[in-house]
């Protein structure tokens, strides 16, 4: 298409406006060089270099987000959330020649475009577990491609529509807390930060959005009206679709499919297809000059006010009609790939004007004909205006601003702006139209007695007599005061007059401009809240300050004591163990939900079975409890009384002749007090109620303590006392013979010495004792174990996990695991906090000494579906313990060490005993199986009350026999353990499952599958052949050990 442009002005040509570039001081012709960008804040300005002070910006709509750091002009990053961002590594459809057809396999349930947005307002249809996840992942990639920073908690601004459904907020809001753990996420409206981004107060803006088209006042930062239609970009996208539609059925092609397909009502092109061509080539018509009402256009009012015009260099030649006559006579190819075959479109350029024009305008139909939700644009943008208070509207009128998506419509935002100018130069302001109002103009009759609201307000001048008085008596009144702020406010408005009531379009950087330049000016966003509180309340928790129950807030988040620095992985164990129970539970951490009246109903019960347990200490907590429980009846009793009390005198002081009525002595003598003597026992008990309420936290607090550190109860299988109870042998007793050089088992320490497999030397140079290299095929020995156990794991249907290695200390607390040594010390490595953290109660971190823990916390304050269970998860992790005191010949080498590595597993299961110990079995065949694979001579066993954690109600060990330790328990070592610990720890981690439509608490069972340094040890001793002096390696870890069958000593060349 070829357009002739008029020869442009002397003044107004380019090349007077820029300023030409000089090169240096030879003063020559200016080189050719790029267009200079935009610097990032994060090298213009040093506060953004400080990541603590970064907020992160985030604008979320129905089909893309935009993230960037706040002070910045424009988003670093602007995602789509179609079906592309689903794609994982390795998928590559995109390149298939069949996928272009794959729009027509969409999911069942979802219509045409359905997977190409995020969330819809009908919240019923959308699953928002998928939108949360898709929220994650934009937000994850953002940060690493685009921001360029990691994910650690930073405070996040939010703008949102406010009319976004409460669903899918708190969907939004749980991502950036539970996964982002962002301290503080700050609300903006939308509409707003716009106005904001106009550099004005005050503006009608206008959101030509996805899925409706909403128009909002916003008067002096506030919203005070909105209003909404479905004429918005999914309309147009379909009505350009049922133009290329009709295109298509003109093709000899596909006029026969076509045509079934529209009359069946199916889509004959793809989405992707059909919103490219409304994004590049459908535009807008024009109102022509003529029709236009001859009122001052924006650029011709006088300039000033709030916010400064956007100045456009305009060419200064008589206008011509913006529909060219050579143009309506072109025509534009469009090329389709979504049929079958490829087909190639020729549409009239004024044709690709028609579907903006029935979307937005819809010309052919009479105003009486639409609904309140399809007004056309320009009919809801008038109607919005009519119905606000005069003074906003002749504000707003003034400032109507632009955004969304479907803004960027050629010519679209000034045809509506100029049928907003006809209606208003039609209608005026009068609310009523139709005959009646004319008729009521034109009789003089009807309008007699009445007065004009445009003739003003009637001035009424007061008598000179009362006039005279008040300059009199003027002299003696008070002057107020001089008001700054009132002077500087006046002082401004009478340089820089407001303009208002004139219609007038304003330019706005958006949403996320004005986003951007409100957090960096630090203003306050619409709500702020907190990560703490949100935890703890959800979305159906406190919306006011005065609805927070700050008892309950303290009797639940206790203040956390001040942590003493301590040395990290340091090699004297007593620097960092601490009893759990010292371990101070955060606000951010689950709320326990102990059955404390099972202990106060059953304490002998509970009493005996710390005894069996060797919980000294705990087996007085449950008596303790009952006196606690006293305690706190006896005090509810006297609060009872004072609060009466409290309530009778409130009345009188009140309203005394509420009391009047009743005789008794008690009123009587309330009513023979004055009310001075009532004030000062309402203070009196106010003050006694306040430390009532207080003593009665404490005890609570205490109670809660006590009980969190009893143990669970033992199964009736579980055997009394010390002793375990054999129940079965896996594989053959080896017959071994002693070395013939020393007449002694060779211990698997001597064994990797002799082959150079372990370095214990070179360890505990670099970390201490209990710590070791493994080496050569040892180490190789480890991957092939651990590969080894998860692929038998797998294989039963457990579905693997990678957990973390540093845990919360009050989450291993809540799972129970306090391993101790003989000396009944704790042995927990705990990571060192400076003291800044401790002072601002940062929760305290330690190494995980079993994955059991990080498994078990991964479904903390979730609630599981009954479909779900039985969950089985293993993992393979690194574990660290300090085993403290356990120094001796018989913890040598590789038995008792600091870190190993262990496959563990983990399930949770309903609360029924059979399914439970089904999971269980499962576990202890999956253990026999992978210890009889690998040729050891093991034994399982059920071990006793003396035995168990405080987690378990029942326990088994598998102990393989060790040559060199013979002289201790027979040969007999620990290397695998599964445990049941019901719903200890559920309860705990607020971990519920809904099962039957009752929320519940589900069992937990783990195992360990295979712990390495033990196992090693014990194949190191089984496998060992004194005359070759080698070491065989089992079969069925051949495949992960290069096909070796033998380990054997290394010859030094």
Known sequence: MSSSAAPSLAHRSIANIRTETGSGISGGPASPHTPSRNISSTFGSPSSLRAEEDIIVIELGSRFIKLGFAGEPAPKAVLSLGPEQLRRVGDFRTWDPDHKDDWRRRPTGKTWGDDHELWQYDVRTVDLGLVEDKIDRAVREALNKFLLIDSRPRRTSLVLSSSIPLPLLSTTLDVFFHRFQAPIVSLMSSAVTSVVGAGTRSA???????????????YEYREIRTTRTTRAGKMLVNETHNMLQDALSTSSAHSQKTRREREQGRHSLSFVECEEVACRLVWCRQVKRGDLPSIRRPEQQQPGGEALPTVEEQDESPPTSPIEEERSDSNVEVLIHSVEPAENLTLPFQQLSEPCESTYFAPHYSRSSFDDDELPIHHLIYQHLVQL???????????????????????????????LSKLVHERGWDPVQGRAPKQYENNALLKRGSRRATEGPTEIEPPARETEERRVTGEDEPRSAADVIEDSLRKRDSHHPKIQGTLRPLGSLGPWGGASLACQLKVMAMANIDRELWLQQGVNGASRPSEVDVKAQQRQTPTPRIISRVNCLASHSLQHRRAFADVKRPSTAPKPIIDIRHIRENPELHEQNCLERNYVQQSKSPARINEIFAQWQALQKDSRAVRERSNLLRRQIANPASTSGDDNAEFNEIRSKTRDELLDEARVL???????????????????GLALAIPNLTSDVTPVGDEPRLLSYI???????????????????HIGSELGLLDFAGAGTV???GWYYLLDEAAQLEQALVQYALAVATRHGWRQVAPPSVVYSHVAAACGFQPRDQNGEQQIYSLAQSAADAER???????????????????????????????????????????AGARGASTKGLYRVHEFTKVEMFAWTAPDAD????????????????????????????MPTADLGASAVRKCDIEAFFPSRQEQNDGWGEVTSASICTDYQTRRLATRAKIDGKLTFPWTVNGTALAVPRVLAALLEAGWNEQEMSVSIPACLQPWMEGKEKIVRKTIS
């Open 204 to 218: 009608l803006v206008v959101d030509l959005g996805w899925a409706e088209t909403s128009v909002t006042s916003v």
């Open 389 to 419: 208070p005069i003074d906003a509207r002749a504000v707003c009128m003034s400032r109507i601003v632009f955004i969304g998506g479907c803004s960027r419509v050629i010519g679209l935002k000034r045809r509506i702006f100029d049928e």
């Open 686 to 704: 106010k003050q006694k109620l306040a430390a009532v309420e207080q003593d009665e936290a404490k005890l609570v607090e205490e109670m809660e």
């Open 731 to 749: 594989n053959e007793h080896p017959h071994e013979t002693p070395s013939a050089s020393d007449k002694v088992w060779r211990s698997h320490a």
């Open 767 to 769: 970390s201490g004792w």
């Open 841 to 883: 109660g940062k929760p305290e971190l330690s190494l995980a000494g079993t994955s059991e823990i990080p498994l078990a916390g991964m479904k903390a304050e979730t609630t599981l579906d009954a479909t779900e269970l039985p969950a089985k998860r293993v993992a393979v992790s690194r574990c660290y313990r300090a085993e």
């Open 915 to 942: 399914e439970t110990v089904d999971v269980f079995e499962e576990m202890l065949d999956i253990q026999t199986e992978i210890l009889g694979s690998l040729g050891l001579h093991c034994r399982v066993l059920e």
